[in-house]
């Protein structure tokens, strides 16, 4: 006897006949595939829709934001009228005369603003990520304004350090 060999579609599955002939499927699905997970690594390492929740510090991190927004927008503002600021500044640290260099003082204090507008921007938008992403945020808003006022600290240093009366005060301190 000869073996007989199989005819078309005698050993298709009929799920795969049924495609084959293109109709619909019978609603028979084939099992799920099994999810093997790595030993020794939790899950929420591997799998990235389960997130750890920390409530304190998304309410710290929110609080920071918010007294952080607040204090850029009452600062920018200030600095946008540094000879004010200045005079006062100047004032506090006992120094006679008033503040001059209004040219640098404008430039300056404009760029002051915008740099503590784009350092909230960046630090927000750092937080916000974290915030999503499940991890412990709440240092981000501090180094941040940490970050800022440094730079806007520069930027303020510049129209004072051209100032006669605040080179003069220096000067006076020296000798």
Request: net charge neutral; charged share 20%; proline share 7%.
């Given at each position: 006897?000869t073996e ?21 499927p019978t609603?028979?699905?084939?099992p799920?595939p ?5 030993v ?8 990235p829709t389960?997130?750890r ?17 607040i ?19 100047m ?9 001059t260099?209004y ?5 300056w204090g ?7 507008i ?5 630090t ?19 180094v ?7 730079v ?8 004072m ?15």
């Amino acid at each position: 006897m000869t073996e007989q060999r199989p005819r078309y579609g005698e050993l298709a599955t009929p799920e795969e006949q049924r495609r084959a002939a293109g109709l619909e499927p019978t609603g028979e699905q084939a099992p799920a595939p099994i999810a093997v997970e790595p030993v020794g690594v939790p899950r929420e390492a591997t799998d990235p829709t389960v997130r750890r929740t920390h409530p304190v510090d998304r309410v710290v991190t929110i609080a920071l934001l918010a007294y952080g927004l607040i204090n850029v927008i009452v600062t920018a503002l200030s600095y946008l009228d540094l000879t004010r600021v200045m005079n006062e500044s100047m004032a506090i640290l006992g120094i006679d005369g008033e503040f001059t260099n209004y040219a640098q003082g404008k430039l300056w204090g404009t760029v002051a603003a915008i740099v503590l507008i784009v350092g909230w921007s960046v630090t927000a938008w750092a937080s916000i990520r974290r915030l999503r992403s499940g991890r412990i945020t709440w240092w981000v808003p501090l180094v941040g304004a940490v970050a800022t006022m440094l730079v806007a600290s520069v930027c303020l240093a510049v129209p004072m350090m051209g100032d006669p009366a605040f080179v003069s005060y220096l000067e006076n301190m020296r000798g």
